[in-house]
């Protein structure tokens, strides 16, 4: 029996591969459990349009993105820190230090798509990527400065 896969499944491939396996199999596990269903005529062609759909969502998606980045590589931020002796902060900047810093820009971004490459525990001038799609990153300066 020819079954369209629903979810990723390890033995068989992945989401919108039609496979074939035997029928008990499918009747039994694969199609209750919701991981295939029967690769009827019908089903394929909504697998297929249902595949247009989800590469202009994607496509879509990644144009957003580029242009945050665009946007997002015009940016400076300054983050006001506590410093002791010698230009020393206590703590580090942190991600959630900067998402406020973006945020007072007009920038509302989960602090898990900032990635600081080393610890920031110093004054200067630092740069930091952010992670805005699997294919888009942008750079953004960030300004560390005494309170």
Known sequence: ??????????????????????????RNYLIPRQIAYQATKGNIR??????????????????????LAA?????SITIPVKVGEEDKIF????????????KEKGFDLDKRKIEITEPIKSLGIYS?????HQQ???????????E
């Open 46 to 67: 909504a697998l297929e349009e249902e595949k247009r759909q989800i590469l202009k969502k994607e496509a879509k998606e990644l144009q957003a993105a580029q242009a």
């Open 91 to 102: 703590g580090t900047v942190t991600n959630q230090m900067i998402a406020d810093a973006l």
């Open 128 to 132: 930091v990527s952010i992670k805005l």
């Open 136 to 146: 888009v990153t942008a750079t953004v300066k960030a300004w560390v400065v005494r």
């Open 71 to 75: 946007e997002l590589e015009k940016v």
């Open 1 to 26: 029996m020819k079954v369209i896969l629903r979810k990723n499944f390890e033995q068989l491939g992945k989401v919108g591969d039609i496979v074939t396996v035997k029928d008990g199999y499918a």
